[in-house]
């Protein structure tokens, strides 16, 4: 585990070099479905309540995921880069958002939430043990924890170059860990693991020769398929992350 935080690279250059840099934005993108698909989980998955349910994003980069569930939820989120606020504020206008690090939770209240979101945020983190744990603290019985981080053991990673792939180009992150590690710290903490499952071979090329449009429409189709049908089928093995749905108990 790596505990230095590499703030200086926190940057609105963070975005443009490596958060989004080989993933389009606009519509019908990978990211565009994709956000779609995180938000569905958390309609499906959080506890049902009244309208003023309170939902927090954790890293919640440049807004669009608490854009589509304003509506629905209370939405806080929360990241550390500047522009990032700027850009939530813009594209989530209902929802709050702070300029903060995930390793301090404590402004929040005891069972405030009925759903905390961290897409790509804990391998970013020094303990992310901790943050797990304050998460289930914010957690109204019931509530939902939904995260998405690299899996660095799935099945194709043999064939890539390990230091410079999806997961390896991005030096910010510190903790890559493998589904078990994951499941064991959300199972300390007091969570039940609801769904633990992959998002797709999405990071071709994996083979020499073959075009790799081609890659991406035979390995990514699965994980295409997933997302239209908003299920959660695709194996961990099958995965260049790793998604996890758990559920404080209550």
């Known amino acids: 585990m790596n505990d230095q935080v590499p703030v200086e690279h926190y940057t609105r250059e963070y975005f443009e070099k490596w958060n989004y840099s080989d993933r389009p934005l606009g519509k019908y993108s990978m990211y565009w479905f994709a956000r779609r698909y995180y938000a569905a989980l958390a309609q499906r998955y959080a506890p049902p309540g009244d309208s003023n349910r309170k939902l927090l994003e954790l890293g919640c980069g440049l807004g669009h995921l608490l854009g589509l569930l304003q509506d629905d939820f209370h939405c806080i989120g929360v990241d550390l880069i500047d522009y990032s606020i700027e850009q ?8 709050e958002a702070y300029q903060m690090s995930a390793d301090d939770l404590s402004r929040f209240e ?4 009925s759903g905390v ?6 391998e970013h983190l020094p303990h992310p043990q901790q943050t797990i744990a304050e998460v289930y603290r914010l957690l109204r019985p019931g509530g939902l924890w939904l995260f ?3 899996h660095p053991d799935y099945s194709l990673r043999r064939f890539k170059d390990r230091e410079n792939d999806a997961i390896g180009k991005d030096k910010t992150h510190i903790n890559v860990h493998p589904p078990a590690q994951w499941r064991a710290w959300c199972e300390a903490a007091g969570f039940r693991m609801v769904k633990h499952f992959g998002d ?4 071709v090329p994996y083979l020499p020769l073959i075009p790799k449009t081609l890659q991406f429409a035979l390995f990514g189709l699965p994980a295409f398929l997933q997302v239209v049908t908003r299920t959660t089928l695709t194996p961990l093995s099958l995965g260049v992350n790793q998604i996890g749905v758990a559920r404080k108990p209550g």
């Open 200 to 203: 797709g071979l999405w990071d």
């Open 110 to 113: 005891t069972g405030t939430f």
């Open 148 to 150: 998405a981080t690299p």
């Open 88 to 95: 939530t504020r813009l594209n989530a206008p209902k929802a």
């Open 117 to 122: 979101i961290a897409l790509h945020l804990v």
